[in-house]
């Protein structure tokens, strides 16, 4: 099925470059890998090196790379994705993150804290939106 008819509403939600990363990147799994599971972690991992997930969208970061130690690690990894969080990002990256999202006590968290923090409230904001 093409990535125009999977797409996560997240995505749906995003700039239009994001959607074309996503899309190219899923378009090209399927051709490789087959539909499902395996062809979405990849788009997903193409748009996490330029994208991080805020709120209920994703935006763009102010430098490419590894969002976190799952992306820098690869498939063979064993440590775990951060659904998104630019985890890699400095502390005052991620307490600007908190600050949009309205997070409170942020400004006495832990970086480890900011991320846990950032994914829930993300995860929530995907559900309100979802309906």
Same mark, same amino acid.
């Given at each position: 099925?093409?990535?125009?008819?999977?797409?996560?509403?997240? %995505?749906?939600?995003?700039?239009?470059?994001?959607?074309? %990363?996503?899309?190219?990147?899923?378009?090209?799994?399927?051709?490789?890998?087959?539909?499902?599971?395996?062809?979405?972690?990849?788009?997903?991992?193409?748009?996490?090196?330029?994208?991080?997930?805020?709120?209920?969208?994703?935006?763009?970061?102010?430098?490419?790379?590894?969002?976190?130690?799952?992306?820098?690690?690869?498939?063979?990894?064993?440590?775990?994705?951060?659904?998104?969080?630019?985890?890699?990002?400095?502390?005052?990256?991620?307490?600007?993150?908190?600050?949009?999202?309205?997070?409170?006590?942020?400004?006495?968290?832990?970086?480890?804290?900011?991320?846990?923090?950032?994914?829930?409230?993300?995860?929530?904001?995907?559900?309100?939106?979802?309906?």
């Amino acid at each position: 099925m093409p990535a125009s008819e999977e797409m996560p509403s997240t %995505i749906a939600r995003s700039p239009q470059h994001a959607q074309e %990363i996503w899309a190219k990147a899923h378009d090209a799994a399927v051709e490789t890998y087959g539909e499902g599971e395996r062809a979405h972690r990849t788009a997903f991992a193409a748009l996490k090196h330029s994208y991080e997930k805020v709120g209920d969208h994703w935006e763009e970061k102010a430098e490419p790379g590894p969002s976190d130690d799952k992306a820098a690690g690869g498939v063979g990894t064993r440590a775990h994705t951060q659904e998104g969080v630019n985890a890699n990002a400095p502390k005052t990256h991620l307490v600007d993150v908190a600050r949009k999202l309205e997070i409170r006590g942020r400004s006495t968290m832990t970086k480890d804290e900011l991320v846990e923090a950032i994914k829930k409230e993300n995860a929530k904001r995907t559900r309100a939106a979802a309906g």
